[in-house]
């Protein structure tokens, strides 16, 4: 039959039948084809393949979600014995390399992004990983990565990124010695609030030892949300332009309010890590956090008046979305271990969508008139 599909088939089969016993045997041993959905799945692979190339790796895994993704490259880099280093990560990341780590023996160390000296230091006397989170969640710290990277690689560490809050389409760990980087398609990639994913970009060799613990522990992606991440990629690069331009709008106009304190947009001049920013990235993002002169109560309260905002957890979607991170995304973190991460009461996360800037900026507005 002549002609093929512009959009990749959407492949539901759990299992895949044979002619004979050798050829069977054949994709057992050689990975040749595909013989259950849980190793391999023809419209995951596509999937995997297209995200791979977007940042410069030679393949990826994917996953039923970005924790899956975090927790299972983790996991094929480190053993009982082995050290894990960590700078200052996203909740659930914290509460699995400083909970869970320990509990099959392995030794785990979080620091914070201003103990980049200590960092250093602890590489130098031997970790088996280091895990980095750039644009950092929720305050928007940027690292200096390849610094960082290239002296675990010195000292045969594996070096693994969560990029997320950045993107594709604005920064390549592969570019900064990264050698495993972790998208929550969730987000950026699938980019419509309407899926639940994860990626692992890496080479060959990585890959494989990540596939075998996905195999293991199951945390596969499905095809049709396969399908909806690889249609959201096709807009990637046009979204993410307009959300880092509203982003920075958004930010220069929260500057100016008495209601705002500080303001955590990499785009800003201001901001702590502005030069690093400017150096690795291609765009500040579309991700922007800000503190309110204001209580728990008057937090809420402001949150409470959003409109055009909606008050909903995730990011990197159409939609602008705001939350108080205190009350869901690092709600597994205790008082004494917030404030260490610098999250206050008062701090708002907002997600920029699609919409015009001064529908957001007004909304913004009449929501801080009630602080």
Not at 45 to 53: D, I, Y
Not at 82 to 108: M, V
Not at 173 to 186: G, N, R
Not at 230 to 253: H, I, S, Y
């Amino acid at each position: 039959m002549k002609g093929n599909p512009v959009t990749p088939p959407v492949v539901l089969s759990a299992t895949y039948q044979f002619e004979n016993s050798d050829e069977l045997i054949d994709v057992v041993q050689h990975r040749s084809g595909y013989i259950y959905s849980r190793w391999d799945n023809p419209t995951v692979r596509e999937v995997e393949k297209t995200v791979a190339s977007l940042e410069g790796y030679s393949d990826a895994a994917g996953f039923g979600s970005g924790m899956a993704a975090i927790t299972c490259s983790i996991l094929a880099f480190v053993e009982k014995g082995n050290r894990a280093l960590a700078i200052q990560t996203y909740g659930e990341t914290y509460r699995f390399i400083n909970d869970y780590l320990p509990r099959i023996g392995i030794e785990a160390l979080e620091l914070s992004c201003d103990e980049v000296d200590r960092c250093a230091t602890e590489i130098e006397q031997g970790v088996s990983l280091l895990f980095l989170e750039s644009p950092m969640n929720p305050l928007l710290r940027i690292i200096d990565i390849k610094p960082l990277a290239q002296l675990a690689h010195d000292h045969g560490a594996v070096v693994i990124l969560d990029s997320t809050f950045a993107s594709p389409a604005n920064q390549r760990p592969i570019e900064l010695d990264v050698d495993i980087a972790i998208h929550s398609a969730t987000k950026y990639l699938g980019g419509h609030h309407d899926i639940t994913a994860g990626f692992a970009c890496c080479n060959k060799e990585h890959r494989e030892r990540i596939w075998k613990k996905r195999r293991m522990f199951g945390g596969i992606l499905d095809p049709m949300t396969a399908f909806l991440t690889w249609r959201g990629l096709q807009t990637l690069d046009v979204r993410v332009k307009r959300q880092n331009e509203t982003a920075m709008t958004v930010a220069q106009f929260l500057s100016t309010q008495t209601q705002v304190g500080t303001v955590y947009y990499p785009g800003l001049p201001a901001h702590p890590d502005h030069a690093v920013a400017a150096r690795q990235m291609k765009g500040f993002g579309g991700m922007l956090s800000f503190e309110l002169d204001a209580d728990f109560e008057g937090t809420k309260r402001f949150m409470d008046h959003l409109s055009i905002i909606k008050l909903a957890t995730s990011l990197g979607g159409v939609t602008t979305l705001a939350t108080q991170p205190v009350t869901n995304t690092h709600a597994s973190l205790s008082a004494q271990e917030r404030a260490a991460a610098g999250i206050k009461d008062s701090l708002v996360r907002l997600s920029i969508g699609l919409e015009d800037p001064e529908l957001l900026i007004d909304d913004l507005q009449q929501a801080l008139a009630s602080v």
